[in-house]
């Protein structure tokens, strides 16, 4: 059964699955590539999910229902990077490990999880340290939280003004990724864009369409820079990152004239991003000089 990431996606990131050893408390990691995914079923359910991301197809699909799952860190594991996923209602145990190249993200995925698991309501938080390895976060998390859900519901067209700024930064683009630990939300900062719109002040213009249709006030620079700056942009740019980090996205970067590669992970898209602007641009030059 195939699925990809959808508006209904509350959370993905990449994992393989893992199973215990007959009777004992040993537990091998299956080296199949995968990822987890939480979603909204038609159903009106929370369904967490697992998919091979070789063969595209679902083969793990578990109900869940507020408070009655957690996902934990599995101390004993010699790897580091295995969690469980435990049952109040239950001794059924579904172990993953987290296959991510960095395990830096490990934990941040693993406290929006149990949110989502608490309460499907819940607010993801990203790029902030948690500060504690309690699997649960604190029930007043998702009330503090004032930005928006960040599930991947980016369409095309936000995603073609995404590129469009990305490929502005020319040459920046290219050094971004020689940091493999990076993110989108590191880079399309206030303090980055800013002064790529000063440089490229033809680029502005470009994006006014892709400003939310019901602005209370005529698109402009100034109206862009406040938006640039408030929570709800950066909420869309990590909604992003975190799709491209599970590489699910293959297919729909296709739609932006990049190949599937762009869609499988942060520096394989930075990278398809600058082979296509330098393309144009040597295009355009053979153009000029026609």
Not at 97 to 114: G, H, I, K, P, T
Not at 132 to 156: D, H, K, L, N
Request: charged share 20%; no cysteine; aromatic share 8%.
């Amino acid at each position: 059964m195939p699925a990809a990431v959808t508006p209904d996606t509350l959370l993905a990131f990449k994992a393989g699955r893992a199973f215990r050893t007959g009777d004992t408390n040993t537990v091998v990691a299956d080296p199949a590539k995968g990822a987890v995914l939480l979603t909204n079923g038609e159903d009106g359910l929370l369904h967490f999910i697992w998919k091979n991301r070789d063969t595209n197809n679902i083969e793990e699909d578990l109900i869940l229902f507020p408070t009655d799952a957690t996902f934990s860190k599995v101390s004993q594991s010699s790897a580091g990077r295995v969690y469980v996923l435990k049952f109040s209602s239950s001794n059924q145990r579904h172990f993953f490990w987290m296959q991510d190249a960095s395990s830096n993200r490990d934990e941040e995925f693993a406290n929006n999880v149990n949110g989502v698991l608490q309460d499907p309501d819940y607010d993801l938080v990203w790029g902030s340290s948690a500060g504690s390895s309690s699997t649960v976060p604190p029930a007043s998390a998702s009330q503090a939280s004032s930005a928006p859900s960040t599930g991947f519901q980016a369409t095309p067209e936000q995603l073609e003004a995404l590129q469009n700024l990305l490929r502005a930064g020319g040459s920046n683009a290219a050094a971004l990724q020689s940091a493999p630990d990076l993110s989108l939300v590191d880079i399309l900062t206030p303090a980055n864009l800013l002064p790529l719109f000063q440089s490229h002040p033809e680029l502005v213009p470009t994006l006014f369409p892709y400003l939310p249709p019901d602005l209370p006030v005529q698109p402009s620079a100034e109206v862009l820079q406040s938006i640039i700056h408030s929570p709800q942009f950066r909420s869309a740019v990590a909604s992003f990152d975190q799709a491209l980090r599970t590489g699910l996205l293959g297919d729909f970067v296709r739609q932006l004239g990049l190949p599937a590669e762009a869609g499988i992970g942060i520096l394989p898209f930075l990278r398809a991003v600058q082979e296509k602007a330098d393309r144009e641009n040597r295009e355009s030059g053979r153009m000029d000089t026609d």
